[in-house]
């Protein structure tokens, strides 16, 4: 499985983003997709995760700006990010998900960076 992520960037405090992330086979195979970020000197953290039931869950810090989603057709999963604040400045990774007996999968991209000005 390969995950392409890509979209981030230079944007001023209150600019908008969108991240995509792209999978190399059908993305309803896999139990969970989520956007995680990881700020210099912190752990990863999960900032947005959707279930193959379209179940949606956020970090409390982005809650109301980012929405996270997924096209089936195109075998994506995106993040748009709106009024970005500095602290939301990271590296993301996109994340999938593989529950099978007695397993869990887990698989990653390869990063996009966000960098948040003010």
């Known amino acids: 499985v390969q995950l392409q992520a890509s979209g981030g960037g230079l944007v001023q405090a209150g600019g908008s983003l969108r991240l995509s992330c792209a999978a190399s086979?059908?993305?309803?195979?896999?139990?969970?997709m989520g956007w995680y970020r990881q700020a210099p000197g912190q752990q990863r953290e999960l900032v947005a995760g959707?279930?193959?039931?379209?179940?949606?869950n956020y970090a409390d810090s982005v809650k109301g700006r980012f929405t996270i989603s997924r096209d089936g057709a195109k075998n994506t999963m995106y993040l748009q990010m709106n009024s970005l604040k500095i602290e939301d400045t990271a590296v993301y990774y996109c994340?999938?998900?593989?529950?099978?007996?007695?397993?869990?999968?887990?698989?990653w991209g390869q990063g996009t960076q966000v960098t948040v000005s003010s």
């Open positions: 086979e059908r993305i309803f195979r896999f139990s969970s």
């Open positions: 959707i279930t193959n039931g379209d179940y949606t």
């Open positions: 994340n999938a998900r593989r529950v099978a007996v007695g397993a869990i999968m887990d698989y």
